[in-house]
């Protein structure tokens, strides 16, 4: 028994100490970025990983106000509230139609689905830009949500494709049973059953929205309509960059995202882990 246990506390010392160093390897960088914040470019050049004697927390007001993010964080917002919604309802209707439909073929369009989100739109940006000032959409919200939706629809309809799979089709046997139409069994069986999913999914793509550059920079050209990830081009002047100001705006960025990801990392874990290894 003492063999036993002395092997068991190794193994999970062991453990641990993976464990803290992975947890260091994640959590330095943005250490690293807090630390930084609170410097003049300056002292981030003489040592970007020391702790200020003297930190400079009005980098934090100077870089909100001159990044404009009351503006931009709302722009965002819009913007990621809007992509979200539309992206869940094609997904869930595209995912419960290729689990639970029968089409024939459906797993040859799962994969078709899931190859499609290794196409960068690099390739078609450039026609899609003048598809888009053709139609009026520039400098639109609405053409953005449209672009964001379109490039996040396969990946979202192959995720909670692969969670509905999972689930036990006995609910849905008895559902059909009962009398209950296609749509019935669709919104009263399968979508509360596969809520985890969809926050997953929810999840994955606002934050994916949220940090989205090139498009943004590509459609948006209206200082009032910008979302927040171009606020770091505001610390950018002809051959230099405040990388104090840089960083501060950086977190500020990345702070409405932390938290989020912080309340809701048990349900994003459980949803990612349980549908997303299903074919």
Not at 17 to 35: D, E, N, S, T, Y
Not at 109 to 132: E, K, N, S
């Amino acid at each position: 028994m003492m063999r036993l246990r002395s092997g068991r506390t190794e193994t999970t010392a062991f453990n641990h100490v993976i464990l803290f160093l992975l947890a260091l390897f994640a959590l330095g960088p943005v250490l690293v970025l807090f630390l930084n914040s609170v410097k003049t470019s300056e002292q981030i050049a003489q040592n970007p990983f020391s702790i200020p004697a003297e930190p400079r927390w009005d980098n934090y007001t100077v870089a909100y106000e001159r990044g404009n993010y009351a503006n931009t964080v709302k722009n965002s917002a819009i913007l990621t509230g809007g992509t979200v919604i539309g992206v869940l309802i094609v997904g869930g209707m595209g995912g419960y139609a290729l689990a639970h439909l029968e089409i024939r073929g459906a797993n040859i369009i799962a994969f078709y689905f899931l190859v499609g989100t290794a196409i960068p739109i690099q390739l078609y940006v450039v026609p899609l830009f003048f598809l888009w000032k053709n139609f009026g959409l520039l400098n639109t919200h609405l053409g953005l949500i449209i672009i964001y939706c379109a490039t996040s629809s396969p990946f979202a309809t192959y995720l909670i494709r692969s969670y509905m799979v999972a689930l036990p089709k006995e609910f849905i046997e008895a559902a059909k049973i009962d009398g209950a139409s296609k749509f019935q069994v669709m919104t009263q069986v399968i979508l509360p059953l596969s809520w985890p999913g969809f926050l997953t999914t929810g999840l994955i793509v606002g934050l994916g929205v949220w940090n989205e550059f090139l498009i943004a920079v590509t459609f948006m050209h209206h200082p009032d309509l910008k979302p927040v990830a171009t606020s770091l081009r505001a610390f950018q002047e002809r051959f230099t960059r405040d990388w104090g100001l840089t960083n501060a705006a950086s977190v500020i960025m990345l702070l409405p995202v932390l938290i989020l990801f912080l309340l809701m990392q048990r349900r994003f874990i459980e949803g990612l882990t349980q549908g997303g290894m299903k074919m």
